[in-house]
Each structure stands twice: as structure tokens, then as C-alpha cells.
């Protein structure tokens, strides 16, 4: 099955064909950095992330870029509460951004380009625009003449009457019509500003992503992504002032990720979904929630849902998130106790469909399953339901051939083999690249608590007081403690 992408501009799925055979250039819009990430931030980066990883796993040569937007109006009200300059609250939550990714293992983004260091590319396309009469100088400001674009409001399939233009603080600015924006703004007192043909001034949001994306991907993008809340407007006019520009298409492929909403719970147990906001006081904080929780956890939450799909938080998935992600870090830790080894050292063990029997062509067949379903659209939900499948195929094999009892070398290499294969599958989502989190086993006086819990249950049931032992059990389970009975010994862990 080959690849095939869902483009926003043609509301349809289509071939994946890059400009240029074998190399993809991809671009996602970043930050404006007044404030610190939250989950929102996230969302983004993790699943254009998973994308490149795919893209390189069918062969490609991937180049992805993203953004730092550090000259805009939000930068400069910030500055201003925190009674500082634009560059120290830009550098600071630049930093903050750039750290949280590491956290979350994002080491696949070619480069971060920044607005600010790009001015002169940003004021070469407003000239270039001006050139071609596709924009017009007035009182110091550029602005984009939306009525010159022909097909303007294609991106989004809006009316250029149901523009938004929010135009109040431009009045008398000499603008052509209330839709025009600008690309180039007049300096106002105390605002970073920039010589230019046009007076003193500083770039317009769109314009920035335009300059930087074909500086770096050139004039015709293979993908551009970001959230669905930037289609318009600014998505429409990036599209609408690069194609003046260069007379080129600029995105063959344009992905639009769902948004994060929270849940709120309302009086009388009903119940719903709020877009994450500061207004609204329930931004989740996206250093503390990966420092919390791990890299993998964040990945799985957000490659559960498919990645048109808005990203819908409440208690119940976040349990699941974690019930979720435990079954393979079980499994791994199974077969790792089985063969003595860690997963990523066994050598010999990726492909286990190069053995001829049934167990091993099963797996293969997994594995075709997972390609397929992220050939659907990048599918990484359906992927990771197929990879639970294979979870499951392993241990009823496992359990089958009483593996744990027997240990016969053959049937142990086979569950190796497999299980090595199904953890490279999730290595493809940028999952089970790192040590899962410890489960807090590490304190003395708990270790010695918890040996001490399960010798009195292994006692019970020796004695056979079953009554006893389900009590325990369930004891520990109510404090968030599993407890798993194994051929070669219990074992516990906290959820």
C-alpha cells in the first residue's frame, strides 16, 4: 500500500510525492515564546516527530523545520508585565521550549530558525511582494492587498468577506481594504524595531513563517503542519503571499493537527471539553507533566488519537494512558527476566519473520498491519492498537508453550525475536527510546514493606487461606500497587 496523506487544501487524502524523489522538506510552525509551553505546546512536535521517523523508516531523507516566532505583539505585552526587555522573554521561554523537547527526546528537528535573525529575508520577500504589486507601502506599514490574489481564502475555503480583520488599532493606517494584513509593521515607542525601506519597523507574523520556511525548504514545501486553530488566518496568508511571491505552489502536502481540550466537570456529573487556555485557568503545565509522567507516556497519550482528531484530556484517559503503556513496559521486563538480556542489546533479533514457522510469520504479519495503518494518513492510533495485538500474541504464546517453565532455547529466541521487532515498531513513533520511569522501588524501607506484604501472602496461600491473599491483593491495589504472579516469582510495581 503506498502512502497516502490527507491535504487540508484539497480535502482529500493523496499520494505522497515529495518535489524532489526520496527527500522531503517539512516544515511546522513553532512558538511565539511569551510564556511557558504547556501540553498544548506539545502536541505538534511529538506527532510531526513520529512523522519524520516514518518518512525515514520508507526510505527517505527528511529535512524539518521549526520555528521560533520571537518578535510579535505577545512577546511585547509580556515584556512589559514582567517589566523586562523582548529578547529576555524571548531567549527565556526559547529556553524553556528547546529543554522540554529534550525531555521528551524531539532530537529529530534539523533546525529552529528564529524571526529575528532573518530580517533581512522577511524584508527581501515584503519588497518582492511590493515589486509585483501584490503589496503596498502606507504610513510606514506593508501590507498583503488581498484582493490582488485571485484565489485567496483557498487553504481554508472561507469567503474573503468572513475575514476576520480585527482592524480597530489600524485605523487611518492607509490600508486598501479592512481584509489587507500587513507584512511589515510601523515601529510604535519602545517596540524592538528594524531599518527599512519603509521607515522603522518589524515583520508581520505570516510573513516570518513564509521567509523562513523557503529559505531553508525552498519555494514549494513538501509538508507544512501546525494546529487546526492556525489555518486562518494564518496558514491562508503565508499561502497567499508565498505564491504571489515566487508565482510557485508553496505546500504540495498541508497537515493540520487537532488541538488539546481539558475536561471540565460540571455540577450534577455531567460534564465537557474546554480548549486549554489561560483564561480559563486549566493550562497543564508541559514541563511539570513530562517531568511527571515521561517521555513515553506523553507520546502514547498524544499518537492515541489520530492526529486530525482533537486530543480530548479527562481522568479516564490519562488512566488509560497509563494502563496502556504498561502493558508493553510488562512485557518487555517478561521477556528481558527470559533471556537475561535487555531488548536492545540482543543482536540477531529484529526480524523475526526470517524464521520459518507460524509464531514468526504471525509477527511479520503484524508488521505489515502497522505499516499499513500509518500509510493510511500517518494512522499512529491504529498503529499502536496493532501493536497491542502483537503484545497480546506474545504473551498467549508465552503462556501456550509455558516458555517461563520450560525455557527451551528455541521457543525463548522466538519471543525475543518478536518482542524486539513489536519494541522497533514503537521505536517508528518515537516510543521505548529511553528507560521507562523508575516505579520508586529504590526506597529501602518500601522494599522492605513490600517483601514483607508478599511473603505474608505467599504464606496465605500456602496455608490456603485464598481469602487472605485476595485481600491482600486487592489491599494493594486500592494504594496503587500491582502485584504479578510469574513462573519464576511475584513481582510488584507501582501504576
Not at 511571491?245 to 488539546?260: C, M
Amino acid at each position: 500500500m503506498a502512502l497516502r496523506v490527507y491535504n487540508t487544501l484539497s480535502k482529500q487524502k493523496e499520494s505522497f510525492e515529495p518535489v524532489q524523489p526520496r527527500q522531503v522538506g517539512m516544515y511546522l510552525c513553532g512558538p511565539t515564546v511569551y510564556k511557558p509551553a504547556h501540553i498544548g505546546h506539545l502536541v505538534g512536535p511529538v506527532i510531526f516527530d513520529a512523522i519524520k521517523r516514518y518518512l525515514t523508516y520508507k526510505g527517505f531523507k527528511v529535512r524539518w523545520i521549526v520555528n521560533i516566532t520571537d518578535v510579535d505583539d505577545k512577546i511585547i505585552d509580556s515584556a512589559r508585565e514582567q517589566k523586562t526587555t523582548t529578547t529576555a522573554v524571548a531567549e527565556k521561554y526559547t529556553r524553556d521550549y528547546l529543554e522540554i523537547l529534550g525531555m521528551l527526546g524531539i532530537d529529530s528537528i534539523d533546525a529552529f530558525p528564529k524571526a529575528s535573525e532573518h530580517i533581512g529575508e522577511i524584508k527581501n520577500l515584503c519588497q518582492k511582494l511590493i515589486d509585483k504589486g501584490f503589496a503596498y507601502a502606507a504610513e510606514g506599514n506593508v501590507y498583503f492587498d488581498v484582493a490582488k490574489d485571485a484565489d485567496y481564502g483557498k487553504l481554508s475555503h472561507r469567503k474573503l468577506q468572513d475575514q476576520e480583520t480585527g482592524t480597530r488599532d489600524l485605523e487611518g493606517s492607509g490600508k486598501h481594504n479592512a481584509a489587507d494584513f500587513a507584512v511589515w509593521k510601523a515601529a510604535k515607542p519602545g517596540e524592538p524595531s528594524w531599518d527599512s525601506p519603509w521607515g522603522q519597523g518589524r515583520p508581520g507574523w505570516h510573513i516570518e513563517c513564509s521567509a523562513m520556511s523557503m529559505k531553508y525548504l525552498g519555494e514549494t514545501l513538501d509538508i507544512h503542519g501546525g494546529g487546526m486553530d492556525l489555518l486562518f488566518p494564518h496558514h491562508e496568508n503565508e499561502l497567499a503571499q508565498s505564491e504571489s511571491a515566487s508565482g510557485k505552489p508553496f505546500v504540495k502536502l498541508w497537515l493540520h493537527n487537532g488541538l488539546t481540550r481539558l475536561q471540565t466537570k460540571l455540577p450534577g456529573g455531567a460534564a465537557r471539553f474546554d480548549k486549554i487556555s489561560k483564561s480559563l485557568g486549566n493550562v497543564i503545565d508541559a514541563r511539570d507533566f513530562v517531568a511527571s509522567n515521561g517521555p513515553d507516556y506523553v507520546r502514547y497519550l498524544l499518537l492515541s488519537t489520530h492526529y486530525r482528531s482533537m486530543i480530548d484530556l479527562s481522568d479516564d484517559v490519562l488512566t488509560a494512558t497509563k494502563k496502556g503503556l504498561a502493558v508493553f513496559n510488562r512485557l518487555f521486563e517478561r521477556v528481558e527476566r527470559l533471556s537475561n538480556a535487555p531488548l536492545a542489546s540482543i543482536a540477531g533479533a529484529v526480524e523475526p519473520a526470517t524464521a520459518d514457522n507460524d509464531f514468526a510469520r504471525q509477527v511479520k504479519a503484524f508488521q505489515i498491519r502497522f505499516v499499513e495503518t500509518m500509510d493510511d494518513d500517518f494512522n499512529s492510533a491504529s498503529a499502536i492498537a496493532v501493536m497491542h495485538e502483537l503484545a497480546s500474541h506474545i504473551n498467549a504464546f508465552v503462556e501456550r508453550e509455558k516458555i517461563e517453565q520450560t525455557r527451551t532455547p528455541a521457543t525463548v529466541a522466538a519471543v525475543v525475536a518478536a518482542t524486539q521487532a513489536l519494541k522497533n515498531l514503537g521505536g517508528i513513533l518515537g516510543l521505548f527510546r529511553v528507560s521507562p520511569m523508575p516505579v520508586r522501588q529504590n526506597d529501602t524501607l518500601l522494599d522492605g514493606l513490600m517483601k514483607l506484604m508478599l511473603q505474608l501472602r505467599q504464606d496465605a496461600r500456602q496455608d490456603k487461606n485464598f481469602a487472605l491473599a485476595d485481600n491482600i491483593r486487592k489491599g494493594l491495589m486500592e494504594l496503587g500497587v500491582t502485584i504479578e504472579d510469574r513462573a519464576d516469582g511475584t513481582i510488584w510495581r507501582r501504576e
